[in-house]
């Protein structure tokens, strides 16, 4: 239910780099600061360079004009898929073989979501679990964006049963998400 090694590398650099280009232009971080002492920093710096970048969608085109000549055609589609993105609150329904089962609070949309390097029960005991994230496309996948936030809800059984129902009537009709256009 991961992303292969390969993949969580390359999202996790193209990504980070990103982050890093967001701080130097919206002043987060110190003009001398290299990446290498980026990476290291607080994980909420870097959360604050993830908050600008998702309000300022305009940043990613500048970024890829910026570094043009050194960017990868897959690490090109990797930036235009944060302009697809869905900001939303979910509900990590269930872990399954190859993926999570996300419903989107607003519109009770299904998305089968790959997890980044862990898989979603490392970090949840129990699902279904309430998180705040961003979905993106990766490789006709759909990912997070390596952050989010969970809430501690308590789902009951009837509300468990319930979105078990929706579920399954969305796996008959074909209505689970598995890639974002």
Do not use: W
Not at 57 to 85: C, P, R
Not at 138 to 166: H, L
């Amino acid at each position: 239910m991961t992303l292969t090694d390969k993949e969580y590398k390359e999202f996790l650099k193209t990504h980070l780099d990103l982050l890093f280009y967001v701080g130097h232009k919206k002043n987060i971080l110190p003009k001398d600061l290299n990446l290498k002492k980026f990476l290291n920093l607080d994980f909420q710096i870097k959360f604050k360079c993830r908050e600008l970048l998702l309000e300022n969608e305009d940043i990613v085109d500048e970024y890829i004009a910026s570094n043009f000549n050194h960017l990868t055609t897959d690490q090109i589609e990797i930036l235009l898929g944060f302009k697809k993105k869905i900001r939303s609150n979910f509900i990590i329904f269930k872990c399954l073989i190859n993926d999570a089962i996300f419903i989107d609070t607003k519109d009770n949309k299904f998305y089968a979501v790959k997890a980044l390097g862990d898989s979603f029960d490392t970090f949840f005991d129990n699902f279904p679990v309430n998180i705040s994230t961003t979905l993106i496309p990766f490789k006709d996948k759909i990912i997070y964006d390596g952050f989010m936030q969970s809430s501690s809800v308590y789902y009951g059984r009837n509300m468990t049963q319930k979105m078990n129902e929706d579920y399954e009537e969305a796996k008959r009709n074909n209505e689970i998400l598995t890639s974002l256009k």
